[in-house]
């Protein structure tokens, strides 16, 4: 059974810092796009930052140089570096892993960004 747990949310004031993760189980983690989206009250759910299973990063501009994907594919997790936080960071923050036609979600962790 497929399972990803995501951890690390919480509640940071502007400009503070959080490092989520998401610990994969039940999948080849290694043969994975793993992937950081993020929901807002009343928006679409958008990407965040990808990292293939070949390590290419994309990351999304309106975080550009203040969050960094990285994974670890011997402890099956993926991590979002979150620095210089903003309030409009505000949001559900969901893991995906994707290979394939084979699409996974986590059940998201909440950041809120006070100002």
């Known amino acids: 059974q497929v399972q990803l747990v995501e951890s690390g949310g919480g509640l940071v004031q502007a400009g503070g810092s959080l490092r989520l993760s998401c610990a994969g189980s039940?999948?080849?983690?290694?043969?994975?796009?793993m992937g950081w989206y993020r929901q807002a009250p009343g928006k679409q759910r958008e990407l965040v930052a990808i990292?293939?299973?070949?390590?290419?990063?994309n990351t999304a501009d309106s975080v550009k140089g203040r969050f960094t994907i990285s994974r670890d594919n011997a402890k099956n997790t993926v991590y979002l570096q979150m620095n210089s936080l903003k309030p409009e960071d505000t949001a559900v923050y969901y893991c995906?892993?994707?290979?394939?036609?084979?699409?996974?979600w986590g059940q998201g962790t909440q950041v809120t960004v006070s100002s």
């Open positions: 995906n892993a994707r290979r394939f036609l084979h699409d996974c």
């Open positions: 039940g999948i080849i983690f290694s043969a994975y796009t």
């Open positions: 990292i293939t299973s070949g390590g290419i990063m």
